[in-house]
């Protein structure tokens, strides 16, 4: 399984961007996924998840009722649509996924794609 994320950019705070989680490879195998993020001199964090069943989601106290995760299994891509975006939100965003490969549970990463909110 492959990630490759994309729509991050510089934006006023205030608004908005949608970032893409394009999945490839062994996709039916994929479990849950999520968007963590990493600002500068400080460490990884969990955004959003969402599972595949039911897609229920779980989201950081830091982004609730401003940030929306979605996944949609047929076109293989998860999203992050994130509004009112604050200078805190500035950081490089990251895809996750676990995905089975036989009896084991795997991890993925996506490359990253940079967030930048302006004040």
């Known amino acids: 399984v492959q990630l490759v994320e994309s729509g991050g950019g510089l934006v006023q705070a205030g608004g908005s961007l949608r970032l893409s989680c394009a999945a490839s490879?062994?996709?039916?195998?994929?479990?849950?996924m999520g968007w963590y993020r990493q600002a500068p001199g400080k460490q990884r964090e969990s955004v959003a998840t969402?599972?595949?069943?039911?897609?229920?989601?779980n989201y950081a106290d830091s982004v609730k009722g401003r940030f929306t995760i979605s996944r949609d299994n047929a076109e293989n891509t998860m999203y992050l649509q994130m509004n009112s975006l604050q200078p805190e939100d500035t950081a490089v965003y990251y895809c996750n996924a676990f995905y089975h490969l036989g009896f084991r549970l795997l991890e993925v990463w996506g490359q990253g794609t940079l967030v930048t909110v302006s004040s």
């Open positions: 490879g062994n996709t039916f195998s994929i479990n849950a």
């Open positions: 969402i599972t595949r069943g039911d897609n229920s989601t």
